[in-house]
Nanobody
């Protein structure tokens, strides 16, 4: 049984940083495409970043490039999202997800975490 468990998010002031983690079990993240998604209140879920199984390639939505970094620790089977220079518009529920096969944010993901809330105040 695959489980993806995100760390607790949190509240931070604009300009601050947070790091989210996603611990996987029942799945080896180095063999899967891993992604981060987010959903703000009243908005559709959107992709944030993805990392390929090789770890050599990553993809970010254009608006988040330079502020967010996706990474993983294969030994810990854990995915991370480092978020810097946070803005109030980054406030959302953040989800990690995994899929096998082609990688990127436009594909459907098979496995999802429960989500963790990130709130950025101005």
């Amino acid at each position: 049984q695959v489980q993806l468990v995100e760390s607790r998010g949190g509240s931070v002031q604009a300009g601050g940083s947070l790091r989210l983690s996603c611990a996987a079990s029942g799945l080896t993240i180095s063999r899967a495409c891993m992604g981060w998604f987010r959903q703000a209140p009243g908005k559709e879920r959107e992709g944030v970043a993805a990392i390929w199984p090789s770890g050599l390639s990553t993809y970010y939505v254009e608006s988040l490039k330079g502020r967010f970094t996706i990474s993983r620790d294969n030994a810990k089977n854990t995915l991370y999202l480092q978020m810097n220079l946070l803005k109030p518009e980054d406030t959302a529920m953040y989800y990690c997800a995994a899929r096998y096969g082609a990688c990127g944010l436009s594909y459907s993901y098979n496995y999802w975490g429960q989500g963790t809330q990130v709130t950025v105040s101005s």
